[in-house]
Structures are given as C-alpha cells and as structure tokens.
C-alpha cells in the first residue's frame, strides 16, 4: 500500500510538471473519460427506474423497464470505443516521456513500477474527467439509487483508464540511459485469428442447422448471435490489416520505384501490426455500422409492410425512435474512433519527427512525405474494411430475413455504402495530422538526432 501511494504522489507530480505536449494528452485523456462516466450514468439513471413511466420523449421508448433495459445494453456498448479512444490517448507522448521515467530508473525503479507510475498519471486525468462530469450530471440523478451507482461509476472510470494505459504502455520499457525500447512480434496474432476463424465457423454451422434442429439452436434468431459475429468478424479484419500491412510492404517494396510508396512500404513492414493496433475500433464500428444500415433498411421496409396490413400494434414513432437512437450511437463510435485514428497519425509524426527532418534534409520533397504519410493509413485499411463491410452486410441479411414477416427481402445496398463512407473518413481524419508534418521536419529537429 505504502508503494502504491508513493507511486500515485510520483503521477501526481510528473502530471504537475508537464508541458504543452503532455497537457494535450492529459486534456484529450481526461475528455475521454468524461464521456465514459458520462455514459455510465446514463446507464445507472435508466437502470434506477422501477415500473413503468411515461417519459415525455422518446415515443415511449423508456416507459418500460424492459426497454431501458435495451436502451442501458446499448449505451453500455459505446463504452469499448471509448477505451480504445483512452488507449491512445495513453500513447501519446509515450516516447517523449522517456528523459524522466529513464529518471525514475537511475532513481531505482524498476520497468514495472516505472509502466505503473506511467499509468497512473492517465488514472488522474480520469479521475479529474469523471469527477467534472458527475457534477454536471449531478441535476440528472434525482434518486437515491442513483446515486450509489454514480459513485461505483466515478471509482471504475479512473482504475479502467489506468488498466488500459498499462495495456497500452506494456510494451514501453525505459532502460536507465533515457531509451525507449519497442518489443516488436515477429509474427502476428495466430492464436486470435485461428480462434476467431474457428468459432465463426462453428457458429455458422450452428445457424444452417436451425431450421433442421430447430428449439436447441434457435438462440441464433437473436440479437446475441449477430453481436457474437459481429466481434467474430472484426477480429477477422484486425488480423488481415497487420497481415496485409506486411505483405503489401514486402510487395511495394520490392515492386515499385515511386518515393511515397518505397517509404510507405518500409514503414509498413517494419511495424506491421501497429496498423492493426490503431484500427481496431474502426473496424469493428464498420463492422456494426454495416450490420445496423442493413438491418434498418429491411426493418423499415417490414414495418411499412405491417402497417398497410394493418398488423403494427405500436405507433411508427415507437420503431423510428429506437433505430434514429442507435444510429446516433454509432455515428458517435465512429467519431471518437475517427478522433483516436487522428491522434495516432499526430503521434506518429511526433515519435519520428527527426527521422522526417534528416529525409528533408537530405532532398526528400514535402509532397513526398505527406504522400506517404496518408498511404500508410489507405492500403492497410482498404482490404480490412472491406471484410468488414462485407461481413456486416451479410450480418444484416441474415438476421433481416430471420425475422423479416416477408419473403421478399429487401437487399441491404445501404449497409454496402457504410465502408465506402468509413474508408473516405479515415484518409481524412489522417490527412488532419499533414500540417503538423510541416512542423516536424524542420532542420531544427537534426539538433537532437
């Protein structure tokens, strides 16, 4: 306990003495985790409410508990673009911070305690960040029961920032003469994408066999089973942007004589599952984000159908609402997932500011590295977002046509534009990091090589 405090009075005072560059990462930090406690009571507010009410808004969306119910499972869910927003967060700066922790080495710390300080200090940023939005939603949480959960909320935002800042600084060491040394895999994740493959082949089995066995398999008609393919699928497409980072590396590198594409390539295959790594969040929001555009095209079709019928016990509102809502959510994700792939572009620019100043120097045109720059993010994500376009798309056929009331099922082409949309956002959100280029590779930087 006695180390734990010592540590934490240690963040408390690296936070203290930060400079420009570190405060960005404390404020960006700390606005993450005012939106993941901002959500988590929202959750405890819907959850606090007993029986039913009649709620001015929504079209009697949250009048019954069972709906808040969904409403709170689909709230909670944001929370893993968050974290993976927090997670980069936590590798802004991470070798810059390298002169004070290789300090803390010379001091007698050892690589953990030195990762464990390192966390710490996003653990406060948390805790100022939670602790500012509960008092803007303290007027929003009248009940008693609320309030017990607004503090477990205000307690677990901070221990997850650090837990993912140490995640995301695991494999940061500081050795004592101010280094910082990147254990890179020399092979991707096999194990993860063996596993995924083969679960999502068990599951497919398992959905084709459900009109032959019916009751024993039937759980896949539900909303369970499409969010089971739908992480199945991602991990799918996180695996195949490291896995074509380093192909297409090896490929470009050795096949092509234009300069933004050589060093592109390079960059690639020296480190190909950073990629991976920093699109994680993207895809998986492609993923869900082709899946719901399908499943909303063929349920309004299925509820117009209805409605002629005269079949629709519930007003129109009611099925609108709910699908404006969730779309609202995913619009959100992709927001914050397109902000996090900003802020990696941004850092990587940083970590190799010198290595950019010393190609400049040596002749390298600016339009070259800017090139270069937004190829780093395009060719490993265009064959993974198309997976997960793809993948969502089928996902929302299948599950359209499970519970679709018709038989003619409408083809999802909205869900096939979602990828196309995501894929033009990422080359924007990084070619938001060209006019900090210019800034990293002034001759200065060569001073400090």
Avoid: K
């Amino acid at each position: 306990m006695r180390a734990l405090l010592t540590d934490l009075r240690l963040a408390w005072l690296l936070t203290r003495g930060s400079d420009r560059r570190e405060w960005w990462r404390v404020g960006l930090t700390a606005f993450g985790a005012a939106l993941a406690t901002g959500i988590g009571l929202a959750v405890v507010a819907l959850l606090s409410l007993d029986g039913f009410y009649s709620v001015s808004f929504g079209s009697g969306l949250f009048d019954s508990p069972g709906d808040r119910r969904n409403v709170s499972l689909a709230l909670g869910l944001l929370l893993i673009p968050v974290l993976g927003f927090l997670g980069q967060c936590a590798r802004i700066g991470a070798v810059h911070r390298d002169r004070r922790l290789a300090a803390l080495r010379l001091a007698g710390a050892g690589p953990w305690q030195v990762r464990r300080i390192a966390a710490l200090e996003s653990g406060l940023a948390c805790l100022a960040g939670a602790v500012a939005a509960t008092v803007a939603a303290v007027p929003l949480l009248p009940y008693a029961t609320s309030w017990a959960g607004a503090g477990i909320v205000v307690v677990a935002v901070p221990v997850l920032g650090a837990a993912v800042s140490a995640v995301a600084l695991r494999r940061m060491v500081a050795d004592p003469i101010g280094r910082v040394r990147r254990v890179r895999p020399v092979r991707g994740p096999g194990r993860l994408f063996g596993t995924a493959t083969r679960l999502l082949a068990v599951t497919l089995a398992a959905l084709a066999l459900t009109p032959v066995l019916g009751s024993p398999v039937s759980f896949g008609l539900g909303p369970v089973t499409v969010l089971v393919l739908a992480a199945l699928v991602s991990l799918i497409a996180i695996w195949l942007s490291g896995a074509s980072s380093r192909q297409l590396g090896e490929g470009f590198a050795a096949g092509t004589s234009r300069p933004a594409l050589l060093i592109a390539a390079e960059r690639l295959r020296e480190d190909p599952w950073s990629t991976a790594r920093t699109h994680a969040a993207l895809l998986l929001v492609t993923v869900v984000g082709s899946g719901f555009a399908g499943v909303r095209q063929i349920l309004l079709a299925d509820l117009t159908e209805r409605r002629r019928a005269g079949h629709l016990t519930t007003g129109m509102a009611y099925y609108t609402t709910g699908l404006d809502l969730t779309a609202a959510a995913v619009l959100f994700a992709l927001a914050l997932a397109l902000t996090a792939l900003a802020v990696g572009s941004a850092e990587s620019l940083a970590v190799r500011r010198r290595g950019l100043a010393a190609q400049v120097a040596a002749g390298v045109p600016h339009g070259v590295l800017a090139r270069a720059l937004l190829l780093e993010t395009a060719l490993p994500l265009f064959p993974a977002i198309a997976v997960a376009g793809l993948g969502g798309t089928a996902i929302s056929f299948w599950y359209g046509a499970a519970v679709s009331r018709h038989t003619d099922v409408p083809v999802p082409y909205a869900a096939l534009l979602v990828p196309v949309g995501v894929y033009a956002a990422c080359v924007l959100a990084a070619a938001t990091s060209l006019p900090l280029l210019r800034r990293s590779v002034r001759p200065g930087e060569l001073r400090y090589a």
